[in-house]
């Protein structure tokens, strides 16, 4: 497709539940992000693909959450045993640079998916 | 610890310039982004970089530590949320919490 795209758009879930978020990037594009937004926040960072290698997680809240990206392309975002903490937008950004070199910084977000834990 | 500030709201007129003020404590950042955000749709980058630079109607000044983004002949359609970052080189950008841009016909 021609942008960043991210399912489900909404996901409810009860306390306690696991849930799988999923990206499909921009085509090409070697760098992919995971970012959460809380009510009122700004995207906090998550986790770092190039290509298939998870270079950065240090982000990730606990571990409950888990992301992969296993050919390079499609990412899954996990959160295992959801709290009402997790709630919040979940968004996916890809870039077409590896960004330590190019230092170009633009991303290209998706629409997120906005979880609610009961 | 590294953050961006920015105001949580801003509020102006149609037709006037508004302008959105950032500053950072991060300590290897040198480029500023901004981006806008209308709520349920993706974040889009509306100007960049580490020097002032303009996009359209979009101005973006630049000092070491801070930015603004002026917003020139603003209309009711620009309403949105307007979010500072900082790209410290490596993996992360680090963001603002958003500024929400109210504008009065």
């Known amino acids: 497709g021609a942008g960043v795209s991210q399912s489900p758009r909404y996901k409810v879930a009860k306390r306690g539940q696991d849930v799988a978020l999923r990206c499909d990037p921009i085509?090409?594009?070697?760098?992919l992000f995971w970012y959460q937004q809380a009510l009122g926040q700004g995207p906090e960072f998550l986790t770092y693909?190039?290509?298939?290698?998870?270079?950065?997680k240090s982000g990730l809240p606990s571990d409950r959450f888990f992301a992969e990206r296993p050919e390079g392309s499609v990412s899954t975002l996990k959160i295992q045993r959801t709290q009402q903490e997790d709630s919040a937008v979940y968004l996916c950004?890809?870039?077409?640079?590896?960004?330590?070199?190019?230092?170009?910084?633009?991303?290209?977000f998706g629409e997120g998916s906005r979880l609610t834990v009961l | 610890k590294d953050q961006v500030f920015q105001p949580s709201t801003v509020a102006s007129s149609e037709g006037a310039v508004v302008e959105i003020f950032c500053n950072h404590s991060?300590?290897?950042?040198?480029?500023f982004f901004w981006y806008l955000h209308f709520p349920g749709c993706a974040p889009r980058l509306l100007v960049k970089?580490?020097?002032?630079?303009q996009q359209g109607r979009y101005n973006m000044t630049y000092e070491r530590f801070s930015s603004s983004l002026l917003i020139l002949q603003v209309r009711e359609a620009d309403a949105a949320v307007y979010y500072c970052?900082?790209?410290?080189?490596?993996?992360?950008?680090?963001f603002g919490a958003g500024t929400r841009l109210f504008v009065k016909a």
């Open positions: 950004a890809s870039s077409p640079y590896r960004i330590v070199q190019a230092n170009t910084g633009e991303l290209f």
């Open positions: 085509s090409g594009h070697v760098s």
């Open positions: 693909f190039q290509n298939e290698a998870q270079l950065d």
């Open positions: 991060v300590s290897n950042a040198y480029n």
């Open positions: 970089g580490s020097k002032p630079s």
């Open positions: 970052a900082c790209h410290t080189g490596g993996f992360k950008t680090i």
